[in-house]
């Protein structure tokens, strides 16, 4: 079966310094890969998604970039954070884009 | 205009009740998906139900119920004998080629079932 995993859980960082979240896939090959950020209480906004290696498309220009340099491994990164980039960032994947999206357990980040 | 509405921001029921959430959405296509997914408050959202846009026929699970209307454009999910586990925020979404790769989400509606 198929398995998602994100770390870290939870992580407080400073303004202006890096980010790294990793998300990994287990069970399943050339997924599409997706990151969303929920601010709280709020809903989910797509970030990047990834049909397959080195393949990143940006729904939402900002100082956040993704990478795929394997082909069930998805990188947040930051190269200075901001006070908004605060939330929580859940990683999913899929078999297509129709195709229904399985979410990590997510990361909290707090930026302080 | 919103592609996925949920008008239902909050709803309180009293555990045992049945509780309906609302989901409405837009899209100029023939072929499309839609999702409910449940947020517990860990965190991680939870695949419930994906129906095609085929298949009008309603679906039960257990205490969930899901009614899908194409004439209204809506797809209704309604919990019967609410239980306090129940208590999350639920989200409804849309794939369809309309809007290209990805899922369109609704805001979001937060169910607190009370004991």
């Known amino acids: 079966s198929q398995t998602i995993h994100q770390w870290p859980a939870t992580l407080v960082q400073p303004v202006g310094s890096p980010l790294s979240l990793e998300c990994t896939v287990e069970?399943?090959?050339?997924?599409?890969l997706y990151w969303y950020r929920q601010a709280a209480g709020r809903g989910l906004q797509l970030l990047f998604y990834s049909v397959g290696i080195g393949q990143i498309s940006s729904e939402v220009p900002q100082n956040l970039s993704a990478s795929r340099p394997q082909d069930r491994q998805f990188i947040l990164s930051s190269k200075k954070l901001l006070l908004s980039d605060s939330g929580f960032y859940l990683c999913a994947w899929s078999q297509s884009s129709k195709e229904t999206q399985y979410f990590g357990p997510g990361t909290r980040l707090l930026v302080l | 205009a919103q592609k996925v509405t949920q008008a239902q921001t909050e709803i309180s029921v009293v555990e045992k009740e049945d509780v309906t959430l609302d989901c409405v959405y837009e899209t100029r296509d023939t072929t499309y998906y839609l999702f409910w997914y449940k947020q517990p408050p860990s965190g991680e959202l939870v695949f419930l139900i994906r129906?095609?846009?085929?298949?009008?026929q309603n679906e039960i699970s257990g205490r969930y119920s899901w009614n899908f209307q194409k004439s209204t454009s809506s797809f209704n999910f309604t919990i019967t004998a609410s239980q306090v586990v129940d208590s999350a925020v639920y989200f409804c979404?849309?794939?369809?080629?309309?809007?290209?790769?990805?899922?369109?989400f609704g805001p979001g509606t937060r169910l607190s079932v009370l004991p």
């Open positions: 979404a849309l794939s369809s080629p309309d809007y290209g790769q990805n899922f369109v």
């Open positions: 129906r095609n846009s085929f298949d009008e």
């Open positions: 069970g399943t090959s050339n997924p599409n």
